[in-house]
């Protein structure tokens, strides 16, 4: 079945300092979305890809799908302490959407 | 919009006992899912329901975890009997789904999730 890979699991930075996940799937998936969840929150949407080699764009974040579409990563410029939080993928084959591990993400100001 | 509303926020209770959490999705959404977050497993799909229905279960752990969607606006997860390895954080989560065959291109809307703790 789908897999979802998602590294690193951990990252710690110093504020201003770049992030980025990546997600690789073990499939070719038919979109992507990725969540950020602060601590003790809940999942929070955040934008989905669908499109061969799409990059969107939130501010600070970036967010792309492979050629491929089996990889994708979410990059942050010039962290903040706000952007704390662990931040997962979710990719969705058929009717199968599995979430990545997450990546957790601590910033030191 | 409230959003999707879970209860209890936190539960304790004692191995052996019935625990029940409780969701109501977002108005208009026809798709639910049941998640379960541990720090070992990450996130979970336990079930998801489209108009009602249980589309698939596979998530589900064992016989002693059960869930209900009597109407569209409210579903139930229910352990019985709980044990200690059940203590997570459940969320439910809604959206809107255009077919029958599970997850969309719509996006989840989460709940606050249940934090369970089985003593």
Sequence with gaps: GQQVM???QYQHVQEGEDFTTYCN???TLSNIQWYKQRPGGHPVFLIQLVKSGEVKKQKRLTFQFGEAKKNSSLHITATQTTDV???FCAGQENNDMRFGAGTRLTVKP | ???????PRHEVTE??????????????HNSLFWYRQTMMRGLELLIYFNNNVPIDDSGMPEDRFSAKMPNASFS???IQPSEPRDSAVYFCASSLSAGIWGPTN???FFGSGTQLSVL
């Excluded at chain 2, 919009?1 to 209860?7: P, Y």
């Excluded at chain 2, 191995?15 to 208009?28: A, D, H, Y």
């Design chain 2, 76 to 78: 139930t997860l229910k």
């Design chain 2, 106 to 108: 719509e996006k989840l």
């Design chain 1, 6 to 8: 998602q590294i690193p």
């Design chain 2, 1 to 7: 919009d409230a959003g999707v509303i879970q209860s």
């Design chain 1, 85 to 87: 939080g662990t931040y």
């Design chain 2, 15 to 28: 191995m052996g006992q019935e625990v029940t959490l409780r969701c109501k999705p977002i108005s208009g």
């Design chain 1, 25 to 27: 799937s073990s499939t």
